[in-house]
DNA sequence: TATGAATGAGTTTTCATTCAT
DNA sequence: AATGAATGAAAACTCATTCAT
């Protein structure tokens, strides 16, 4: 029987092993979302207790998509601290660099819509919408003041950078047994590198953008 | 007993007459696909009948994404076909316009990474993407054509528009539950309407990419 | 389409390709009857046809375990035809050998009690049984003839002989998978080879019920 | 809700629960397992529990013959361990009166090849051939003692014993609605009394075998 | 808090057989 | 006679979640 956590720290830690559980086991097989068994037996508890800390199993991939979408907003901040030295080239080298360090988090946003949005309370989803929007907000100020942009500029291109970048990843991540079948020459046109397809869309999106924004390159 | 099917149209009008039902069903609740019973029953089939059209249930989906995709790389075709009264705008606005004609492409799209490329066989997968491909390649080169682009550069950007369009799709789109419970202003930056997003969001990406290409407007 | 069997001797043909196909690709995995689909086809014929030479799947494997038992049976006529050179394990070489050049029949024997007399009409059945008692009867008699047993031994004999060779296949024959995993030494008290277990098992029950009936070898 | 299991007394319970329930649902109708539905329903218990005991339905049923198997040996030991009133003729008895008292065995027998060793994994499989060995070498090492035979003769004479009396009831037991059609006295050859048959075949076997070996009756 | 035994809803697919052509 | 499209019954098994201990 596991330790007790009796405490807050205890119990937060307890609640980051299943989340990490959880994330090693998705990135096994990212098409489907580890059975709950699975995920207690990886942490090394118990399935009851799993479902102290959170109400479904759902709940445990959305908690972690929220982590990896917070970090990333988070990076972005880090990233237009710094107004003396930025670029926009140099801005999408990081973002698409912690996309490559976090790999759950595009194969967790493929499953958004069709699993991860199924089966969790209303109440759960509002709440994490509220933080999503809250972040969004924030990191977008923080794009708008260092981009003199009219307010809630930065956001929305944010979330539209976002959108780009989820909607690529879907249409040229091939599962491994699948990869092989289109080796073939003629599979070429939709099998770009995904990370060269990022930066060159991204870098024309934003080319576009701030075109109708305001100033940036001053 | 429904009557039999002897010859190729009878058959190919029974195999449609399938996929409207899956269609249909799809649409009352697009997070899901319906199972193989219901949609036999919505054709006025057997269940053992369904299976002698498609090899699994979701073959059955699988086609209808394929419709509706090959639909929509044939009204772009129809659009750059006039090149006289050509103007990106005015592309964007008939595109946006097949896709609100077609409300299952998009939600039919944000199912395929995790629900309809499971359960199929490769093969079938294989001849799928091929047909895609080559649909792709020919809708590109024309507009190659129309736009005086390199070679490549047009399904290049057909690729990236469906991405970019999927991708903001699912950023969007709530279930009827949710939206309401989203009905607060605070929500507002991340509950843009979906058309006017994404002709936004196409229009400035179009406008970067095409001053990386060559001409268009002369 | 298959050309028409208008004539008797048409049909029985089109019967015996039908008992053909199905013993054949019984061969191939013989822990299940092969389906009546995959039987037609082997066949060369659709699947109503089959349905027009045989009321159940299970009347062709009935028929070709029948035809495989009276072949036995004559074989064991010819064996008991010419006394002089007569002896026990002669005929006991000669009865294997039939087996042996006919692998269907333990198989099919092995599927009679749990898959055969399922799904068949008793009416046929009865009829079944009836052609096997006679020809057991007809065989036995000749036997006591042969070996001056009082009436009926022969036929018992026949009955034993046979109930006891598929009681020991059964216990001896292993599906190949399973083959495998049993050729550690200590499993071999279950392993010994069919055959020379046959002829041993036989020639003890045989030694040993010919001392309770009459002559033989004066 | 049943009482949970929770030590391994209860556990071994509550697996021999689902084990008779399966074992009187089987006698019903013996010609083919009951559904796994059913038996939990017998045993008291929702479907998913049954398969918290057994990996599969058929693994209920082989460890149901595999419990007769051990039994039957264990009787035989104990007929033969009293070797100073010991006679053929009485051992066969209390081995004819053992499958009487067990029903269920050779008809598990008889499903063995097409349907028991269909649906389970070789390792179990192996597991149970293992145990079956072992429980055959021992039996056949006191039957070896008791009658002074050289090494290894008990062992075959069990599964050869054992082959004739499962061949024998497969020739021999007829389902009920088949033995009113064949009530007929053309039929009597095929249809004498399974026991008497059973002790007469059995012991001129064993009259021709023990001549084959050692001494027995002194 | 932690455990893990018990629950039971839910669905795909196969395939023997029929029968309209 | 031959065809093959249509039928529909039938059942094993998984797994998220609960709750008695």
């Known amino acids: 029987m596991a330790t007790r956590a009796h405490d807050d720290a205890a119990r937060l830690a307890r609640r980051n092993t299943i989340l990490q559980a959880a994330r090693s086991l998705f990135l096994l097989d990212p098409h489907q979302l580890p059975s709950a068994a699975h995920i207690a ?98 990191t977008g100020a923080q794009l708008d003041a260092a981009l003199q942009f ?24 091939y599962p491994p047994a699948l990869q092989t079948l289109l080796v073939d020459e003629v599979f070429a046109p939709i099998r770009p590198d995904f990370n060269s397809e990022l930066m060159a869309t991204l870098g024309e999106y934003w080319q576009g953008a701030l075109q109708n924004s305001a100033p940036y390159p001053p």
């Open 41 to 138: 037996n990886e942490a090394g508890l118990a399935k009851g207790t799993v479902y102290l800390y959170f109400r479904t199993k759902e709940e445990i991939f959305l908690a972690l998509l929220g982590e990896e979408f917070f970090g990333l907003m988070q990076e972005i901040e880090s990233i237009f601290a710094d107004t003396s030295k930025l670029s926009i080239p140099s801005f999408l080298q990081r973002y698409a660099a912690y996309l490559e360090a976090h790999p759950e988090f595009l194969r967790l946003d493929a499953m958004t819509y069709s699993v991860l949005e199924q089966n969790m309370s209303h109440e759960v989803l509002r709440e994490f919408k509220l933080a999503l929007v809250a972040q969004l907000t924030k």
């Open 150 to 173: 009219p307010a809630g500029r930065g956001a929305s291109l944010l979330l539209r950078t976002h959108a780009i970048t989820r909607g690529l990843w879907q249409s040229l991540a």
